[in-house]
């Protein structure tokens, strides 16, 4: 039992993520599917543009080849390409402060 208490107080590994990071990860997915299916998403928007609050029925198709395209790249492969680089970005945020802080021990030597 004192085992698994000792195993919880242990650091997180850098590779978790917090709610906030994962949130983020999911917003950056979303971006870039919207991003990757711009054709799509602006035929939808000129569609409801000109049907107005009769866009259900009309613009069915356009509705139809936008969800498809975003569909086809908010994978988890594609999610878990994002929280690689918030991972890297992580790393790196780390290796500057041990950077700073080696630093400031050879000044402090000196």
Known sequence: MSE???KHNQ???IWVLNPAEEKEARQN????AYAQCVEYV???????????????PACNAPRDAMRKCILSYQKDSNLDLQRDLIVERKIE???DIVKKRKSEALEQKR
């Open 11 to 13: 650091r997180l590994p």
């Open 93 to 95: 945020r780390l290796e």
């Open 4 to 6: 698994n208490i000792e």
């Open 29 to 32: 997915l979303k971006k870039y």
């Open 42 to 56: 602006e035929a939808m928007v000129e569609c409801s543009k000109i049907h107005g609050l009769k866009l259900f």
